[in-house]
T-cell receptor, first 111, second 114 residues
Framework: GNSVTQMEGPVTLSEEAFLTINCTYT??????LFWYVQYPGEGLQLLLK?????DKGSNKGFEATYRKETTSFHLEKGSVQVSDSAVYFC??????????FGAGTTVTVRA | NAGVTQTPKFQVLKTGQSMTLQCAQD?????MSWYRQDPGMGLRLIHY???????DQGEVPNGYNVSRSTTEDFPLRLLSAAPSQTSVYFC?????????????FGPGTRLTVT
């Protein structure tokens, strides 16, 4: 079946540091890939997405590239801010009725 | 648009009690789902619906019931609460015409069963 593995946290960074969160997936077909973000006390929000190989999703300074050859969708941001402190979830979907989520990575950015 | 709304935000139940978590969306989305979020496990699908009158089980359906009498509403019922159902519950929806399968999430209900 489909599954998502993302790097375990928690991750603690200083402001303006570079952030990478690794995500790899297992899927039988050609899934769409997503990064969702959950700020403290809130629900999940879509951060970015990519629907086919070599697509790059980007939003709010975050980027992730759909790499079919390495089955990866790593999230990166060049210079994080305190407001980026959140839990980040990698997810994939091959069908309309199910998203498969990674376990989530908690990121804390210190001023 | 309010998007996806959920009530209540917080709830404490005693073992054996029943309750209904409410979910509503105003985007005319066909597909709605319930997930539970537990530490270190991501989100897991409980039940889903492809339209009014049609529901099906997800990954972890035991102990939960759903119904979909209207396009807008998709309540989740706990029949006899157990401590293992302590979790954060999220409702999500998506439109039928979106081929990228993007889902929109509500703010969540934090449930504690003692």
């Amino acid at each position: 079946g489909n599954s998502v593995t993302q790097m375990e946290g928690p991750v603690t960074l200083s402001e303006e540091a570079f952030l990478t969160i690794n995500c790899t997936y297992t899927a039988t077909g050609y899934p769409s890939l997503f990064w969702y973000v959950q700020y403290p006390g809130e629900g999940l929000q879509l951060l970015l997405k990519a629907t086919k190989a070599d697509d790059k999703g980007s939003n709010k300074g975050f980027e992730a590239t759909y790499r079919k050859e390495t089955t990866s969708f790593h999230l990166e941001k060049g210079s994080v801010q305190v407001s980026d402190s959140a839990v980040y979830f990698c997810a994939l979907s091959e069908s309309w009725n199910k998203l498969s989520f990674g376990a989530g990575t908690t990121v804390t950015v210190r001023a | 648009n309010a998007g996806v709304t959920q009530t209540p935000k917080f709830q404490v139940l005693k073992t054996g009690q029943s309750m209904t978590l409410q979910c509503a969306q105003d985007m005319n989305h066909e597909y709605m789902s319930w997930y539970r979020q537990d530490p270190g496990m991501g989100l897991r699908l409980i039940h889903y619906s492809v339209g009014a009158g049609i529901t099906d089980q997800g990954e972890v359906p035991n102990g939960y019931n759903v119904s979909r009498s209207t396009t807008e509403d998709f309540p989740l019922r706990l029949l006899s609460a157990a401590p293992s159902q302590t979790s954060v519950y999220f409702c999500a929806s998506r439109g039928g015409g979106d081929s990228t399968y993007e889902q929109y999430f509500g703010p969540g209900t934090r449930l504690t069963v003692t």
